[in-house]
């Protein structure tokens, strides 16, 4: 899979201040992957999407987005961008239509079929002057400006914010759709539960810096179990480790690794069966507890 | 680039309406008075020589005497010395000031931003909408002036009547530039672009006016626009030359500083 975003050392510092809101933050987005990007206020999410947007400047490292320079190149790489604010500011006096319209002309790809099934999709009321709409509604036409041109990237700062559990449904099926088309999504959310139901991958932002990284899911494999299995000596793990035909391994430590069968759990137990295993437990991942585990001291 | 003038135009066409109303609306009271005034001018001009000199001077431009039965001189004192500038300017200042500014602060900007257009472009596509925008207000009214004017006896040639309105409108204009260009590079934020112009403006205007009676305001009234703006002489078909001088300066170096701080400037 090709590299969509990839952010090395990126660095911003705001005039003004001695800390760095982003402290040199690497990360890479592939093509057909979601990645979460969570973090309490504060903590960098937004710096960072205004970063990749070009809104701001970096005080160091650099980004590419569809290996092209988000600096030099901002105007190339905004042809492939879908962008949605956190807090969707939209002009009021003008309806949705007209504001489709405008930024449709601006962004130099008029895909009206796919507008139409998204306004549809999304139950949006396009006629109607923004103003007038409730914040839910406001946010799907924010969504709709984001998705119509069916961009190779995805940058979303919390899209579901006021969106019923129906529409979020919806949401979520659209960023499926969109992934399973190649397109990269980095979206930065809050909700936990959000995270992990629609991403692949995410990030742990504290303080301007990427803590931690998980895969939630494997794209191959939605749905699929993840077990923890505890082996009784290092060779084993080793072997595991190195050489594993039907199981992906997701995370080692010491003598136990967290895998999920590539094909058929069957044929990953028959496997399984070689090794001198201790334990063998189903693993849910638990983002919340995750997330706790870098914010819940308070600091 | 047309898409955004468009735009601007499509959205703010209820507010053009109004203002070029309230702006037809002075010109039309004033042009309509010429007639009344010019009869009781001898009156009207005694009543004037007595009054202070300070406060004559705010209506003739630091003139020492003036004789309003004179379309040149009325039209000078009452309309585009004073008037149409102060509808003009304000106009100017609010949209130069919120063009920008204001869609910065409402995050509206990032939604332009998003999209494939270039910093530069899209200054230069607010701008040219700022100045389409400003440009309908004041030429309905140069129309309207210049088939009015005669109706109400005020002969004076179509072509000085235009170019005093023409150049009116461009001196307001340069006020609402600055504050445009101020703001697009960031130099100060949108309420201190918009009071250095105010200031820079209407604190001019009694500078200028009044250093003709004060000594002591003779060197800085030089240094105000203000003191290089007389509609009598664009009247009287001078060329404003100190105006000319003060007005490209003011569009080419703030563009450039527009130019050079937009580019590359964080948006907040």
């Known amino acids: ?299 | 680039m047309k898409d955004i003038i468009a735009w601007e135009l499509k959205r703010r066409r209820s507010t053009i309406l109004w203002w070029t109303i309230g702006s037809l609306l002075l010109t039309f009271v004033i042009l309509a008075l010429f007639p009344s005034i010019r009869d009781k001018a001898n009156q009207l001009n005694q009543v004037l020589d007595q009054m202070p000199s300070s406060l004559r001077g705010l209506k003739t431009g630091g003139a020492a005497s003036i004789n309003v039965g004179d379309p040149a001189q009325f039209l000078n004192s009452q309309l585009f010395y004073i008037t149409l500038p102060m509808i003009w300017i304000i106009l100017a200042i609010t949209r130069g000031a919120g063009i920008l500014g204001k869609e910065e602060r409402d995050h509206t900007l990032e939604l332009l931003l998003a999209r494939p257009i270039s910093r530069g472009r899209l200054l230069l596509g607010k701008a040219l909408a700022f100045g389409a925008e400003y440009s309908i207000v004041t030429l309905v009214s140069l129309a309207f002036i210049l088939f009015v004017a005669p109706i109400y006896d005020i002969h004076i040639s179509s072509s000085s009547l235009a170019l005093a309105t023409i150049y009116t409108a461009l001196f307001s204009l340069s006020f609402g530039y600055l504050a445009f260009c101020l703001q697009a590079a960031n130099t100060l934020t949108k309420r201190a672009a918009t009071a250095l112009a105010v200031a820079l403006s209407f604190g001019g205007y009694i500078i200028a006016s009044l250093s003709s009676l004060t000594d002591w305001l003779k060197t800085p009234s030089k240094f105000v626009p203000y003191h290089y703006f007389n509609p009598l002489d664009i009247l009287q078909s001078k060329t404003p030359r100190g105006l000319l001088i003060y007005m490209a300066a003011i569009f080419v170096f703030g563009s450039l500083l527009a130019y050079v701080g937009f580019r590359r400037r964080d948006i907040e």
């Open chain 1, 1 to 299: 899979m090709s590299e969509n975003i990839h952010i090395q050392k990126l660095t911003k510092t705001y005039s003004g201040s001695n800390t760095p809101a982003l402290d040199q933050l690497t990360l890479k987005v592939e093509s057909g992957e979601v990645y979460g990007f969570l973090g309490s206020n504060g903590a960098g999410k937004t710096t960072t999407i205004r970063l990749l947007l070009n809104f701001i400047q970096p005080t160091a490292g650099t980004a590419t987005i569809l290996d092209k320079d988000i600096v030099k190149d901002s105007v190339a790489v905004r042809r492939h961008i879908g962008y949605l604010s956190g807090e969707i500011a939209l002009w009021p006096n003008v309806t949705g239509d007209e504001l489709f319209a405008y930024l449709g002309k601006l962004q130099q790809k008029d895909n009206r079929a796919y507008l139409a099934e998204l306004i549809e999709r999304f139950t949006a009321e396009p006629k109607k002057r923004i103003g007038e709409l409730s914040k839910g509604n406001r946010q799907k036409i924010g969504i709709i400006q984001a998705l119509m041109h069916q961009p190779e990237v995805l940058i979303l700062d919390e899209p579901t914010s006021g969106l019923d559990p129906l529409m979020q449904e919806v949401f979520y099926q659209t960023i499926r759709e969109a992934s399973a088309r190649g397109a990269a999504v980095f979206v930065s959310s809050h909700n936990l539960a959000e995270a992990q139901r629609m991403c692949t991958r995410v990030g742990i932002i504290k303080h301007g810096r990427l803590i931690r990284e998980q895969i939630i899911r494997d794209d191959l494999n939605l749905g699929a179990p993840m077990f923890r299995i505890v082996c009784k000596d290092e060779s084993s793990i080793q072997r595991l480790r190195t050489k594993p035909s039907s199981l992906k391994i997701i995370s080692a430590e010491g003598n136990s690794v967290v895998a999920q069968p590539l094909h058929s759990i069957a044929a990953a137990l028959k496997e399984l069966s070689n090794y001198d295993i201790v334990s063998l437990t189903t693993e849910q991942l638990n983002l919340e507890d995750e997330f706790l585990e870098y914010y819940g001291d308070g600091a």
